[in-house]
């Protein structure tokens, strides 16, 4: 059924954003925002330890509250009362925590989300149609329904008042009764926990609705235009009526190309979010890869920390006051929640100060350095879609990890294993097309990073990488072999886990007989 059409009255409100925010200081709205935290939180146990009353300004914040990580906050302030967190670390009962299941290596988080941050995260959503209206003045995504694809929607009542589940089962929990009407499966198929059977039948719902704005990770959208396509016989385009695709969670470059083929009839928009377990944090303004937006007046206070201080006693903490565009930066956070400076693992890279727009870089744990070659996430990345641009490839996911020397007369080396857009040739042509792309890899980072060009001179401290090419849905089964498919789940892009690393091999040997 379709509903009525809300964009008109949507527009009037678009308006309004828009102008405000480009009206804004960002850098006093980011001093605004950490007054207004600091004192809503100066009566909690947290603010008491840190003396939130003597905090004035950035200056004093910094000076009385260290940076943290999760497990910090966890073993501190959080462990010996949850799961009531009652004016532990913010103000109230904290009634959700949000599973950050993340990538398929690491262990489930439970980030607090409080009421506060349920509203923060509506208000940021609300801004992705904000920047769509600016962009495409005559759009109307609100004349149809909003497709979410996102994880179980299934909650666990941990006690009285107090869940925990998927990021977006909070979502859907908390969804005001106005959006309703234009969202997304209904709530029987959100809360189905078998994904294959969820992708199914939401596949099958879509074809009889008019989606207007589809969002969700790009590893799981391909998959549901997939099955789209086959239950109308191939036969396009999948969402005849979609105007706005939105994305994030992982890099889009890998996926381009494909979404480009389904996107085509009907020139729907892309736009990039984001959006973490702890808090939503840029959306797209512009076009592709032109940065993300940050959001500076949103319940959450920003900190920037050069990766390579990272680990000093004292490390440098930017704020929007004073940050510098081109420097890698780990990604700290204050917020509505109770997180106080903590570091939640992302990595960005700003390309705009005013107003300040980032790229998503990475994650702190997606850098290689096994032999000291100090390759981070975002050069991986890169190196792997130039060698598939070379090559005219399309790639729709790839996992990377070290192999150690197996003896004395031996030497290290990278492996890359890179899932392709399209069924491999005959097994007999296929190392040679890998060898090719590895060498184009190989080349890629030698020019662009001087620790990986000395370690590989000459091979005398590291072998040339190998590519293991492999079929389409080969990460798709590895993940739903480990139990990690669908939902928030993405492919990790680098395994420094050997274990994990080892696990990724043994399957694709199990499934296409490459050994190792």
């Given amino acids: 059924m379709r509903p009525v059409n809300g964009t008109p009255l949507f527009r009037l409100y678009a308006e309004r954003r828009r102008h405000h925010l480009e009206q804004l200081d960002p850098a006093a709205a980011q001093a605004q925002e950490l007054r207004q935290l600091v004192a809503q939180a100066r009566q909690t146990r947290f603010g008491r330890d840190h003396h939130f009353e003597k905090i004035n300004n950035v200056i004093d914040y910094q000076r009385h509250v260290p940076l943290r990580r999760y497990e910090d906050f966890l073993a501190e302030y959080w462990r010996p009362f949850f799961p009531v967190l009652t004016d ?18 690491g262990a489930s988080k439970a980030i607090p989300v409080s009421h506060a941050m349920v509203r923060a995260n509506r208000r940021a959503a609300l801004d992705v149609l904000v920047w769509h209206l600016a962009s495409r003045p005559r759009g109307q995504p609100l004349a149809g329904k909003t497709l979410i694809l996102g994880g179980s929607t299934a909650l666990t009542r941990l ?7 998927d990021l977006s089962g909070i979502a859907a929990k908390t969804i005001p009764f106005w959006a309703k009407p234009y969202t997304l499966p209904g709530s029987k198929l959100a809360l189905l926990a078998d994904w294959d059977e969820k992708l199914e039948r939401i596949a099958g719902a879509a074809i009889h609705e008019p989606i207007r704005v589809l969002s969700g990770t790009p590893s799981w959208l391909i998959l549901l235009f997939e099955r789209i396509l086959a239950l109308r016989g191939g036969k396009g385009p999948a969402l005849p009526e979609l105007e706005l695709l939105i994305h994030g969670g992982v890099a889009f470059a890998p996926y381009a190309d494909r979404f480009a083929d389904y996107l085509r009839a009907t020139g729907a928009a892309t736009r990039e ?8 944090i840029a959306v797209a303004d512009r076009g592709p890869g032109e940065g993300l937006r940050l959001l500076p007046d949103n319940g959450i206070f920003f900190e920037f920390v050069p990766v390579e201080e990272l680990s000093a006693p004292r490390p440098t903490r930017h704020w929007l006051g004073n940050l510098e565009t081109g420097i890698p930066y780990a990604v700290v956070l204050s917020s509505n929640a109770g997180l106080w400076s903590d570091v939640i693992g992302d990595t960005v890279r700003f390309v705009d100060r005013q107003p300040p727009r980032l790229l998503v870089t990475g994650r702190l744990s997606y850098m290689m350095s096994a032999f000291g070659e100090h390759l981070t996430g975002e050069e991986i990345e890169q190196a792997v879609l130039e060698a598939a641009r070379r090559m005219d490839m399309q790639i729709t996911d790839f996992s990377m990890g070290a192999e150690f020397p197996s003896g004395p007369d031996t030497r ?20 040679a097309l890998a060898g090719r792309f590895a060498a184009h890899i190989d080349a890629t980072l ?17 072998d040339a990488p190998r590519v293991i090419l492999v079929d389409p849905g080969t990460f798709a089964h590895w ?10 789940n993405k492919v990790p892009r680098v395994i420094n886990d050997q274990a994990l690393f080892a696990d990724l091999k043994d399957h694709v040997a199990a499934v296409q007989g490459d050994r190792f």
Avoid at 159 to 164: A, C, H, I, K, W
Avoid at 412 to 431: N, V
Avoid at 446 to 462: C, F, S
């Fill in 88 to 105: 532990v670390t913010w103000p109230g009962r904290i009634p959700f925590f949000a599973l950050s299941s993340g990538t398929s290596s």
């Fill in 159 to 165: 006690t009285t008042g107090v869940y925990s589940g």
């Fill in 273 to 280: 979010v984001y959006a973490a377990s702890e808090g939503f």
């Fill in 412 to 431: 290290g080396r990278h492996t890359y294993i890179i899932e392709c857009g399209r069924p491999l040739p005959p097994a007999a042509a296929r190392p």
């Fill in 446 to 462: 030698m020019e662009r990073n001087a620790d990986y060009r000395e370690h590989r001179r000459n091979d005398v401290q590291l």
């Fill in 479 to 488: 993940l739903r072999a480990r139990g990690r498919l669908g939902g928030q």
